[in-house]
């Protein structure tokens, strides 16, 4: 495959820069702990934004050559280094006009302008989330819920979450745990979203709003592992509002509050409030649908998060991976209050949601095939 020129700059520029990284990654296969970029081999562009750059290849000392996926995205700038970016950086001429002149800076080493995700081995999965796509609006109705998505999700692999238990299970990310109520029964993991550019940096992050997500998983921390809310046995939680999930093969949100209980929300905002100074009021609680993962959790992300305040909503597509767009996120507090008019409310409701052609794959052909889409 032919790469255009920019494609070319863009890939020798975040290399250039991200030469000597070591990437942090776990493999099934044990072929090791740390990859250095330069032993990455391309193979194709799956996509390219103004602020990302989606890469398929393998790793020149796999001889099995695996595949990996490698994304690259314009990080959350650390206001606090601002001087010595400034100091270290050379510009280069673009164009000159009166008043308004463009350049390209060159920083330093010390300066780390990009965040950089793996996911190795990589699965044809999520090659096919991160590759650039047509999307489709589905409007689904309680019989195509149950004719086609209900089907859908109960034919994941239970594997396909194994990561999420391996955090539930203190196996793999226990630094990035932010709050943890190890309660039997309503007990919840509260950490940041992949998304988030550095953690670590996160009081800076909030402060200039320059972030890839202000947001955390709520994950329950229990035996039951169960692939989607609407597979919860009946009566095994209670809901938000005290309503008694009735209908484990009713529709995917019925029995989204039914895993929230009441202190989990407001320990959460409590949290969010007293380690990052952030007021309720300032936060946005919302489930997906659907989903990337089918284990229950809430994302919390601020509400200076629309509106071109995030540095990669640049580009609507860049846009769309952040989840907060209408046909993909539901207000936790929209369903938590109709529900409480009627707990039968999602059961029979008609959902609005964007399915990928080729993220969601197989959702969108059965779809496709039922004259739906």
């Known amino acids: 495959m032919m790469l255009?020129?920019?494609?070319?700059?863009?890939i020798a520029l975040a290399v250039a820069v991200l030469g000597g990284l070591y990437i942090r990654q776990q493999s099934v296969a044990n072929v090791g702990t740390t990859k250095m970029l330069r032993d990455f081999n391309l193979v194709r562009v799956l996509k390219r934004t103004d602020t990302?750059?989606?890469?398929?290849?393998?790793?020149?000392?796999?001889?099995?050559?695996?595949?990996?996926?490698?994304?690259?995205?314009?990080?959350?700038?650390d206001t606090e280094a601002l001087n010595q970016m400034l100091v270290g950086m050379s510009l280069h001429e673009i164009l000159v006009n009166d008043i308004y002149s463009t350049f390209q800076g060159d920083v330093s080493r010390t300066v780390k302008p990009y965040k950089v995700n793996l996911i190795y081995p990589a699965t044809e999965r999520h090659v096919r989330k991160h590759m650039d796509q047509n999307f489709h609006m589905v409007v689904e109705t309680k019989e195509a819920y149950r004719m086609i998505t209900k089907p859908f999700i109960d034919s994941i692999p239970a594997e396909n979450i194994e990561w999420v238990y391996n955090i539930l299970e203190h196996k793999s990310e226990t630094d990035r745990i932010i709050y943890e109520d190890t309660d039997p029964r309503n007990g919840f993991v509260l950490l940041p979203d992949f998304k988030w550019s550095d953690p670590s940096q996160v009081h800076i992050v909030l402060t200039s709003f320059l972030f890839s997500l202000l947001a955390a998983r709520i994950a329950l921390l229990s035996g039951n592992r169960a692939r989607s809310i609407a597979t919860i046995a009946s009566g095994s939680y209670?809901?938000?509002?005290?309503?008694?999930?009735?209908?484990?093969?009713?529709?995917?949100?019925?029995?989204?509050?039914?895993?929230?209980?009441?202190?989990?929300?407001?320990?959460?905002?409590?949290?969010?409030s007293e380690k990052f100074g952030v007021s309720a009021s300032s936060i946005r609680m919302y489930l997906h649908y659907q989903p990337t993962y089918y284990q229950l959790h809430v994302?919390?992300?601020?509400?200076?998060?629309?509106?071109?305040?995030?540095?990669?909503?640049?580009?609507?597509?860049?846009?769309?991976?952040?989840?907060?767009?209408?046909?993909?996120?539901?207000?936790?507090?929209?369903?938590?209050?109709?529900?409480?008019?009627?707990?039968?409310?999602?059961?029979?409701?008609?959902?609005?949601?964007?399915?990928?052609?080729?993220?969601?794959?197989?959702?969108?052909?059965?779809?496709?095939?039922?004259?739906?889409?």
Not at 4 to 10: H, I, N, P, T
Not at 244 to 251: D, F, I, M, W
């Open 52 to 77: 990302e750059l989606a890469l398929l290849g393998n790793f020149k000392s796999d001889n099995h050559k695996k595949a990996a996926v490698l994304v690259i995205q314009t990080a959350a700038m």
């Open 299 to 373: 994302h919390f992300s601020h509400i200076k998060m629309i509106h071109g305040a995030h540095p990669t909503c640049l580009s609507v597509l860049s846009c769309l991976a952040l989840g907060t767009f209408s046909g993909k996120a539901v207000l936790l507090e929209d369903i938590i209050n109709n529900l409480s008019f009627n707990s039968d409310h999602y059961k029979n409701a008609t959902l609005s949601f964007v399915v990928g052609e080729m993220q969601h794959k197989q959702l969108f052909e059965l779809f496709r095939e039922k004259r739906i889409i």
């Open 4 to 10: 255009s020129l920019l494609e070319q700059v863009g």
């Open 238 to 272: 209670w809901c938000t509002l005290e309503v008694v999930a009735e209908h484990p093969t009713s529709r995917f949100l019925l029995l989204t509050c039914c895993m929230i209980p009441p202190g989990n929300r407001d320990a959460s905002l409590q949290v969010l």
